[in-house]
């Protein structure tokens, strides 16, 4: 019970995780998962099974996930992984940014997110795949790789307007 209350207590001294929805700054993070365990003393938080990080109309739901605030609050990083780990906010009223990859890295003080390993970002109708995307959530800038190899290539896909 006590290490669950400081468990808890580590959780939140790391809220310092918000994204692009107007709304979402001002609301608290909720992380869920089947098990939890980290080092107050690292820094490190681990969830595992089952995990989802609420936040206003932000969701991510992965496997596992760490957080790392080794440099302090409002700077940590949040590091989703599974098969796949997904990602999905309402932008500004916006329609839905959604993401899916084996990996999403989200950079508190950067803003960013990088999806690695059969990496997608979708927005009203149109996609981007790539061994690697990197996304920054302000300025709504995106940057896809593929993973070197000429057989695999990044691939967009524009919807015509009113076709989602």
Do not use: H
Not at 70 to 85: L, R, W
Not at 88 to 106: C, F, H, T, V, W
């Amino acid at each position: 019970m006590k290490s669950n209350i400081i468990l808890l207590s580590l959780c939140l001294a790391f809220s310092g995780f918000c994204l692009a929805g107007p709304d979402d700054f001002k609301k608290e993070i909720q992380v869920g998962s089947d098990r939890q365990f980290g080092s107050i003393k690292d820094k490190v938080m681990t969830f595992v099974d089952n995990v989802k990080v609420q936040q206003g109309s932000l969701l991510i739901e992965a496997d596992k996930l760490e957080v790392l605030a080794t440099a302090g609050k409002g700077k940590e990083v949040f590091i989703a992984s599974g098969k796949p780990a997904s990602y999905s906010q309402m932008l500004d009223g916006e329609k839905p940014i959604k993401a899916k990859a084996n990996e999403i890295r989200y950079d508190v003080a950067e803003g960013t997110l990088v999806l690695t390993g059969n990496a997608e970002l979708s927005q009203n109708g149109s996609m981007v795949q790539g061994a690697i995307i990197k996304y920054n959530l302000e300025k709504q800038e995106l940057e896809a790789e593929s993973d070197g190899k000429k057989t695999e290539r990044v691939t967009t896909v524009f919807s015509p307007e009113g076709k989602e």
